[in-house]
């Protein structure tokens, strides 16, 4: 199996930065696809950023310009760089992996999931 741990949350005021790291274990990265996802109370698991094979990258609309999803291959870690927070950002964040699967934006399509990590944007 694959374990993921996700670090880096907190709470960080409206225009400021957070970086997010997804820590695997059990397997490496590099043979899954690699996806982001949050979601606030009461709402749905929503799809926000995910790298392929290749490096290809995925962003949803409402991260796209401020989000940048990375790998570190050497420390099997995948990281999200957020900049320009928004309050609307706010929601748990969760890191997943995902084999044999095209369907990047779709929850639950993905394999393996981690605890999540808080993510709170103040006005």
């Known amino acids: 199996q694959m374990q993921l741990v996700e670090s880096g949350g907190g709470l960080v005021q409206a225009g400021g930065s957070l970086r997010l790291s997804c820590a695997a274990s059990?397997?490496?990265?590099?043979?899954?696809?690699m996806g982001w996802f949050r979601q606030a109370p009461g709402k749905e698991r929503e799809f926000v950023a995910a790298?392929?094979?290749?490096?290809?990258?995925y962003y949803a609309d409402s991260v796209k310009g401020r989000f940048t999803i990375s790998r570190d291959n050497a420390k099997n870690t995948v990281n999200l760089q957020m900049n320009s927070l928004k309050p609307e950002d706010t929601a748990v964040y969760y890191c997943?992996?995902?084999?044999?699967?095209?369907?990047?934006?779709?929850?639950?399509?993905?394999?393996?999931w981690g605890q999540g990590t808080q993510v709170t944007v103040s006005s």
């Open positions: 997943g992996a995902v084999i044999g699967s095209y369907y990047y934006s779709v929850a639950a399509r993905y394999n393996y």
């Open positions: 059990g397997r490496t990265i590099s043979s899954y696809g």
């Open positions: 790298m392929w094979s290749g490096g290809i990258t």
